[in-house]
Each structure stands twice: as C-alpha cells, then as structure tokens.
C-alpha cells in the first residue's frame, strides 16, 4: 500500500478500560494526524454512532460492524478462541484476515488478542512464532525491544528472527538508517548467559545483514547502548515491567519531594513547564502499541488503560506499518537471512518460503 | 557471635575502583556506626599504614595482613580460581575460611569474588547453589532481590531455597516481621510462566513456614508488593540492571529539566532541599552491598564503583549478618523446611543435613 493512499483500520471499539470512548477519541485524534485513514469501527454500533453524532469527519472516514459481544479482560486465550469470534476483537482480526482493513488495534485482553491474531492471521513465512516488540525511551530516543511476553521459553531461530523483525521495526517506524542489534544478557564473564543466547549471538555475528553489537546488558535498554533489544518473552516481559515500575517510583518520589515544604512547592512553579516537558518525554501514551510481528497481518495492541492520545499512537503505529509494507518486506528480510544461512532454516524451509 | 560483641571483618583494600582509599574511609564511616567493628585489612600494608596515619581509632582497630596481589577487574573467574589465591581479594575470603574474620566485603571483581568465595568457603549445608541478594527501593520502603546473577539456570529447589534465604534475610537485615515472598513471572495468562516457576510455586504455597503471595511482576519490584521477590539469576541481574538504567535515565531527564531555563534554575533553588531528599532515597550507596547468600562464610560485595560511603553500608551489612547468626539460623531454617517436605530434598539428604 502507497504512502499517500487511504488505509483502512479495524478498531475494537469496545477492548480497554475507556471504551469506547477513547477509542473514539483517538481515532478523531489519528485522522487528523493521517487524512488518509479510515476506520472500521467494531463495535455496539448504536452506542458508537452516539458518540460519534458530533464528529463529522470522523463520520465520514468510518464504516461500522455491529456487535454486542466483547471478550472480557479476564478470560482466558483458550477460552477466547472458542468463545470469542464474534466479539469486536474477533471481528477486527477477520476484517484484516478478509482484507477488509489493514490493521487492527485493540485495548484489549492482551492474551486473548495474541491467541486470536495467531489463529485468524497465521505466520508470515519463514517465521516460526509471533513477536510482542514495543519502542522504550532512552538517553539517546528511544529503542525497540521484542520479545515483550509472546513467548516465554525461544530457540536461537526465534531469537533470530526478532533481531531481523526487529531491525526492519527500527529502519521502518523509528526511521533509524542502519539500526544496531543487541542481545540481551547478563555482565559476568563466565556464567554469561544461556546456552540458547551464546548461540543466536554466534550466528548474529556472521550475518551480514545485521549489525549485531553484541550482548547488552539491562541498563543498556535506557542507555539506548543499541537500536534493537532482544531477548525472550520472559526477560523482555519482566525488564519492560520493571522499567516501568521504577518509573512510576520516580514519579512518586518527585511529586513527594515537591509537596514536601512551602519552598518546594513555589520552586514547582518556577519550574513547572520544565518539569512539563519531562513528563511529556516520559509519558507512557508516547510508546504506547506493542505490535504482534511476524504474523500474517498487522495487529496493534494499545495499552489497556490507555486514554484517546495513547489509542491514537496506537492507531499511529499500525498505519506506519500498514503504510510501509511492513510485512511484505519482512518477507524480502526473510529470503535475504536464508541465503545468508543465519537463522538455521533448512533447504527445504527455504524452498517453501523461496 | 552476640550482638554487642565484638566481630572482625576481613577488608579486600585492594578492590574497587577507587581503592585503597575508599576502603579505609568506608571503614572508619563504618566504626562509627559500630564500634564493636574490629578489621582484618588485606592488601598493601605500607601503603594503608601511610592512609590510615591520622586514623588513630581505626588503626586501634585493624589488623593488617599483606599482600602485593590483585585480582584485576577484568581477570576471568576461572583465571582467579588458580592465580588469585594470595591476592588481597583470596587472604580476606582465607581468613573467613579459618575463622580469623566473621566476613569479607570486597569491591573487587564480582564474577572473580564469587568463584573464589564458593571455592573456599563451601555450601551452606541444604543448600546447593550461592544466591546474589541485594535490596532495592520500593513505594514502601525496601526489598530483598534475588537471585541477581549467580545462576543463570535455575531449577525449582533453587529458588525455593532462594525464597527461604531471601525471606530470613528480609527478617534480619530489614527487621520484616513476617516478610512475604514473591516469585517473578510475567503476567499473561496461559502463558504464565516458565515450568520451574509453576512448580516452585507450587511448593512454596504448600510450605507453612513462608509466607507466599504467589506470583509477582517486574512492576511489583519498585511497587513494593512483597518484601522477597525471587527469581533466576539471568531474569534478577536483568530487572535489577533495568531498573538501574531507568533510574539514571530518570535523573538526567530532571537534571536537563532543572536546566532548561532561567526560571527552572530557580525553581531548582528553591526545591533544592527537597529534591536533595529524593537524591538521598535513591541513592545508590545507600543499597550498596549485594550478599552471596548460602555460602559457609559471610561474604559481601560492595558496587566496583563506590564511594567510601557505599563500602561503609556494605560492611554494616556484613556486620548484621554476623552479629544475627544469619548463616547458622539459615541452617535451622533448613532443618525446618526438610520437615515442610517443600525443596524436594530427598530423605538421605535430610539426615545429611540433620
């Protein structure tokens, strides 16, 4: 799909502890960023076109499927792929799945959207198992990292396969020239690392597809020491976690210290649009959508307690995708790593994906 | 070894970037704080005499012992095992080994440190492998971490002996009546968790001696959810470095916010006292002193990095550890968990450890 031309979405208009309301409300706040999207909102579609009974524009870029049924944010995957067809988040896969939309982005169940855009979209060729990548802020911009918690336990292919999904990710959304890769690991000369990682990293090596930097370690990820983070969904889930949560530790520590006196709290003052400007690099909705690469159409997944700014960097997210043919060219990836024999594909795989 | 008596720590003076003397300044800091402190200081005797010449009660309080020999930073373990045994790092742990101090606390070569250490002082019996343990700030106050890096493969009696370690040490060194305890996972259902970290859980809510809370995620570190978080050493060194690198990135977001105009830097001047508060709460010296626990002797690492403020809070963790009998109340702990059948230690081990 061209640069310019129009993009379709489908939008879970009911996944997220705000919708649909901010889910309307981001989709406002992408048009205006991207004339050339439109919308398939699915969804309680009375209720939708309520909200919706003002935006005129917004009117006009969308189409609407009807649904009543939503997949809750406690049910299980499993219980998701049986029960969950006809949900919003259901119909959003298969409206991509149909070629109906590009895209789909949900604030959904995050378990149950992965199970469901594995089983509705399949794998892109040569790629053995989906990707949760999202972008993390650092001292130089921002970083990617994947795996965030697709897969818990990887091989060196698959750890492989996010380092090229990844580098494409950097070069195609983040717009870096020739993203650097790092595999994620720990600092102690002798214990270093598992097996898997010593290996994937051998193999990143030689490839001269990729410029591998080698292991990183985890303050490395905030350094912004590489473009690229890789690592299993284990590590990568818990470090994104755990960056997360120190974060919000510093916040807290902030906000105290200026409650602290009456001096403190002029100081704020003083330094409030300052101050602004941190919380604007360090605001969460700025890297809010994790992508599902590797599967065989696009699905964003937003936050689930994102509000409309952060569902429209979600929505942002997938039309970058969409727009620069993520996926067709991380097949073109695919065919260049098999003759560069780096991910361990065997003759036949490669015939099949040739 | 009784609280008020008198109890000796073995000093490594020669490791540590800003060796030798950050170690005899950390070292008076630290008599201070307890003037029961007696110290055994390894490393280049004239040279910590010329130091220490105005340090009257410091050098009423040390013995010397010394060597020419240093483990360099960059010495790989196993080049240690078999080169390091007469450096200053080697004599401080010899002197644990033969009793001559209570401790070792050296800011030396971690990987180095360790190795040697699990040479010459031996397992703790019931327990089969060294944990790295280290608090870290919370919401509410501080937790213990661990494993951050001994092992980077765990099995399940691993981390049900890391929780029981973890949890006696929240009660000794953090003073935690009943600390609970919490094993990292990453939070999708279905794919909940690696095989091990099932298991273990499984067993750790069995056990009535810990008190479990179950499963915790990387966020729950810095939220303070549990007092004990457990883990593998691959997943614990990468939180703990994570939320390190978050935490300077952090600090220069506010530093370059401070300076980004003339009515910030004012600002700055009047919240300086209690920004210089949160300065205080997260500075790292004051989380300073990572424990190799389960060893046959007491033996701390202070950060390779630290100032002499940093190495007095890692001897006054020596120093709680020995003056609470941590390593032989470990021992019983373990008795009592053989009896809770949760480790999985078979009935021959049992009467090996009884």
Request: aromatic share 6%; charged share 25%; with cysteine.
């Amino acid at each position: 799909m061209a640069l310019s031309g129009e993009v379709t979405i489908a939008l879970d208009a009911m996944g997220g502890d705000q919708a649909p309301k901010m889910v309307v409300k981001g989709a406002a706040i992408a048009l205006k960023r991207h004339p050339g999207l439109r919308f398939l909102m699915v969804g309680d579609e009375p209720r939708l076109r309520t909200l919706m009974k003002r935006r005129k524009k917004l009117l006009a870029a969308t189409d609407f499927l009807h649904t009543d049924e939503v997949v809750p944010g406690t049910m299980r995957p499993s219980v998701a792929l049986r029960q969950g067809r006809k949900s919003s988040m259901g119909l959003a896969l298969r409206a991509v799945r149909e070629n109906r939309a590009s895209a789909a982005v949900s604030a959904g169940n995050t378990g149950a959207l992965m199970a469901m855009a594995r089983m509705m979209l399949g794998m892109l060729p040569g790629i053995d198992r989906p990707a949760i990548a999202a972008t993390m802020p650092t001292l130089r911009g921002e970083s990617v990292v994947l795996d965030l918690g697709a897969n818990t336990e990887c091989d060196v292919r698959n750890l492989i396969q996010f380092a090229v999904m990844g580098e494409l990710f950097a070069r195609i959304v983040l717009g870096y020239q020739t993203p650097s890769v790092g595999l994620l690991n720990v600092g102690e000369e002798e214990v270093k690392g598992l097996e898997t990682v010593r290996e994937a990293a051998a193999r990143l090596k030689a490839a001269e597809s990729i410029r591998f930097h080698g292991f990183v370690e985890g303050d490395d990820i905030a350094k912004g020491t590489v473009d690229v983070v890789v690592t299993d969904g284990f590590t990568g889930n818990i470090a994104l976690k755990t960056a997360e949560g120190t974060a919000k530790l510093y916040s807290h520590y902030l906000r105290s210290a200026f409650g602290r006196s009456l001096l403190a709290r002029i100081g704020y003052l003083f330094a409030r649009s300052s101050l602004k400007a941190i919380q604007k690099q360090t605001d969460p909705r700025h890297h809010n959508g994790a992508m599902f690469l590797g599967l065989g159409g696009i699905a964003v997944k937003s936050h689930g307690g994102t509000d409309a700014l952060g569902f429209a960097n979600a929505i942002g997210v997938a039309y970058d995708l969409v727009a620069h043919g993520f996926n067709e060219r991380i097949i073109g990836e695919f065919k260049r790593i098999a003759a560069d024999r780096i991910d361990g594909t065997s003759d036949q795989q490669k015939a099949a994906t040739a």
